[in-house]
């Protein structure tokens, strides 16, 4: 599980996400903060999240997306992670911010989740789902923890059919994931739990690709190295433009997705089994 070391990561190349940026035209290839608050823009800005909106950001790392969400939107947000550093230093974040009757940081595994049912307009999981070896379970939890009409907003990898069985273990191996799945999959817990179909989009040109060439410019490209060196040895350290060529080689080949997942909980609950409108009794 990432622990120090991601601390450490995101203190050596100096940014507080740990996930992809998101690189549109207007920005120059090395501006990885605006590509990181980009990201969040293109993927939240849709939904209006408004003050009186109660937000969960599953997965939420040392606090960031939550910390952005609560100065854009003004809105209440639960921030929940399985690593008790990130979320101390998540809660130290929000104090030191003065958003602490706004952000809440707790220690919660996303599978099992200590709410009452119909707590949330929004669940957001940036770069999370994906880790999680039972995400059936997750879908039932997060769709029982929505309101009605309530948003579920993800960041997800996914893997495709038929995909080359070695390619699509060194992503999981980069991603730190234990399975990697396909669309019709999740296509199928989502439907399990009650939610809708899902609304996908691509997005690797912009994460995947935008996030290398940056990791390769001449602002980050030593401080990448240096971390790589330290964590994973001189070997990797050198092997490293290799491994990420590799790694955007399969994203851009189709062998693996990066996508914006949208999936909602209906307005109103679906009558009993048995029972339809206007059924005589
Ligand atoms: C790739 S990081 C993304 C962090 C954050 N969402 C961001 O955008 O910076 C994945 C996060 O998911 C958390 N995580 C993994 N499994 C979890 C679980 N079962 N319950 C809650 N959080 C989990 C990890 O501890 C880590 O902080």
Same mark, same amino acid.
């Given at each position: ?6 601390? @450490? ?6 940014? +507080? ?12 290839? @090395? ?89 949330? @307009? ?33 960041? +997800? ?23 990697? +799945? ?100």
């Amino acid at each position: 599980m990432e622990t120090a070391y991601t601390q @450490d990561y995101l203190r050596i190349v100096g940014i +507080e996400h740990y996930r992809l940026a998101y690189f549109t035209p207007d920005l120059a290839p @090395d501006d990885l903060p605006a590509a990181l608050e980009r990201y969040l823009e293109v993927l939240l800005d849709p939904l209006e999240i408004k003050p009186d909106h109660v937000v969960l950001d599953v997965g939420c790392g040392i606090g960031a997306t939550t910390a952005w969400m609560v100065r854009r939107y003004g809105c209440r947000v639960y921030a929940i992670d399985i690593v008790a550093d990130f979320v101390d230093a998540a809660a130290r974040r929000f104090a030191g911010d003065g958003m602490a009757e706004r952000a809440t940081a707790q220690k919660m595994d996303a599978l099992d989740l200590a709410f009452p049912a119909a707590t949330f @307009d929004f669940i957001v999981g940036l770069e999370v789902i994906y880790h999680f070896p039972d995400k059936q379970r997750f879908f039932t939890e997060a769709a029982r923890v929505l309101k009605p009409g309530g948003t579920l907003v993800l960041s +997800e990898y996914l893997t495709v059919p038929g995909a080359p069985r070695l390619g699509t273990q060194f992503v999981q191996m980069i991603l730190e994931s234990d399975k990697l +799945e396909t669309e019709a999959t999740y296509r199928s817990y989502l439907a399990a739990a009650n939610l809708s179909a899902p609304r996908l989009t691509d997005v690797f040109e912009q994460t995947v690709v935008g996030t290398n060439r940056a990791f390769r410019s001449s602002r980050y490209r030593s401080r990448v190295k240096a971390y790589s060196a330290v964590y994973f040895g001189l070997l990797f350290a050198a092997a490293m433009p290799a491994v990420y060529w590799l790694w955007e080689q399969l994203f851009k080949r189709g062998h693996a997705r990066h996508v914006f997942m949208y999936s909602q909980k209906a307005a109103t609950p679906a009558p009993p089994p048995g029972l339809s409108s206007g059924a005589a009794g």
